[in-house]
């Protein structure tokens, strides 16, 4: 594969292309200077509006989410994997009905497999604007976002419709549900009793990582931070590493599915059959299958990133092995 032929599989940070419109609560005060990226697959925007910038099936989508500080990513839940891992900034997630049940604070470089089944959101709570980047599970990302009641009721009173198609109708905008086509139903009390609210004491040892401690153990060896094995034990669909300089190898090597390789820290060689290119933190490359590659960092000083590669584990609900 050629230098312009890969060219097509990676996505620098400073040319990602934001939609400041994809969820309903993107005109609810504190929420609507949120933007959201589709990096690799169709994510679960709901907006036209959402620019996919590789469309190529790896069975796993990435995305990212880029906020301002204070601004909040309001309590939504999802049936498959939902993994983040800080990139840039301070970020405190919540979780349960009302986003009181637990939360957590990240740093760069840490990573949450937040639980499915549950409500979640999340708020920059750094100075500047910060960006996190995750990985759903499943090529479709588990078919969308069910949000809890309050958040449609807030979006409906700044104009914003969510239908039953899953697609959001801006009535500021003149935009009205398409005929046959009913508003997104609220969830019920009785459901609403389904969806559990862990303590912090349950969560965090069990789905929170750590960067320097993942860092610490990635010597010699990357360290399996998300699989069966892993750190944080679950089969989403894919599994995660994190690759360090003292884990990181020039010996090439080869994956039976597209991989992809998301620096955090630190510039990164990536050497293949045909070429070779430098990433930055935030550039986020896939790997095309059966292709020889090594990936080193490629200046002095800190040095890490997260390699992710689907298993062909069904995406689903998360593991309870």
């Given at each position: 594969m050629t230098?312009e032929?890969m060219?097509?599989?990676i996505?620098?940070?400073?040319?990602?292309?934001p939609?400041?419109t994809a969820?309903?609560d993107?005109?609810t005060?504190?929420?609507d200077?949120?933007?959201n990226?589709?990096?690799i697959?169709g994510g679960?925007?709901e907006?036209a509006?959402?620019h996919?910038?590789?469309n190529?099936?790896?069975?796993?989508?990435?995305?990212?989410?880029?906020?301002?500080?204070h601004c909040?990513?309001?309590?939504h839940?999802?049936?498959?994997?939902?993994?983040f891992?800080?990139?840039?900034?301070?970020?405190k997630f919540f979780?349960g009905?009302?986003?009181?049940a637990g939360?957590?604070?990240?740093?760069?470089?840490?990573?949450f497999?937040i639980?499915t089944g549950?409500?979640?959101?999340?708020q920059?709570?750094?100075?500047?604007?910060?960006m996190?980047m995750a990985?759903?599970g499943g090529?479709d990302?588990?078919?969308?976002?069910?949000w809890?009641?309050?958040?449609?009721?807030?979006?409906r009173?700044?104009?914003?419709?969510?239908?039953e198609?899953?697609?959001?109708?801006?009535?500021?905008?003149?935009e009205?549900?398409?005929?046959?086509?009913a508003?997104?139903?609220?969830?019920?009390?009785?459901q609403?009793?389904?969806?559990?609210e862990p303590?912090?004491?349950?969560v965090?040892?069990?789905h929170v990582?750590r960067?320097?401690?993942?860092a610490a153990?990635?010597?010699?060896?990357?360290v399996?931070v998300?699989?069966?094995?892993?750190?944080l034990?679950?089969?989403?669909?894919?599994e995660v590493?994190?690759?360090?300089?003292?884990?990181?190898s020039e010996?090439p090597?080869?994956?039976?599915?597209p991989?992809v390789?998301?620096?955090?820290f630190g510039?990164?060689?990536i050497?293949w059959e045909?070429?070779?290119?430098?990433?930055?933190?935030g550039d986020t490359m896939s790997?095309?299958?059966?292709i020889?590659?090594s990936a080193?960092?490629?200046?002095?000083g800190?040095?890490a990133?997260y390699?992710?590669?689907?298993?062909?584990?069904?995406?689903?609900p998360?593991?309870?092995?």
């Open positions: 230098p032929e060219s097509t599989r996505v620098r940070y400073g040319e990602l292309k939609c400041r969820f309903i993107a005109h005060p504190g929420s200077q949120k933007e990226f589709t990096i697959g679960v925007s907006s509006d959402q996919v910038h590789i190529i099936p790896h069975g796993f989508n990435i995305g990212a989410a880029g906020q301002p500080p909040r990513n309001s309590l839940s999802h049936h498959t994997a939902e993994v891992f800080v990139l840039k900034g301070r970020w979780w009905r009302w986003g009181d939360h957590v604070i990240l740093e760069e470089g840490d990573i497999n639980p549950i409500f979640r959101g999340f920059n709570v750094g100075t500047d604007y910060g996190i990985v759903l090529d990302a588990g078919g969308g976002v069910e809890a009641p309050q958040v449609i009721e807030d979006a009173a700044h104009g914003l419709v969510l239908g198609n899953g697609k959001l109708y801006d009535t500021k905008k003149g009205a549900l398409p005929e046959g086509v508003p997104m139903p609220l969830l019920t009390e009785a609403l009793k389904t969806y559990p303590h912090a004491a349950e965090i040892p069990r990582a960067y320097l401690d993942l153990m990635a010597d010699g060896r990357p399996k998300i699989g069966e094995d892993g750190c034990p679950d089969r989403p669909g894919f590493d994190l690759v360090t300089r003292a884990s990181a010996r090597h080869r994956h039976d599915r991989s390789l998301m620096p955090v510039h990164w060689r050497d045909g070429g070779s290119t430098v990433l930055a933190p790997m095309p299958e059966n020889d590659h080193v960092p490629a200046m002095t800190e040095a990133l390699h992710i590669l689907g298993t062909g584990d069904p995406a689903g998360t593991w309870k092995g």
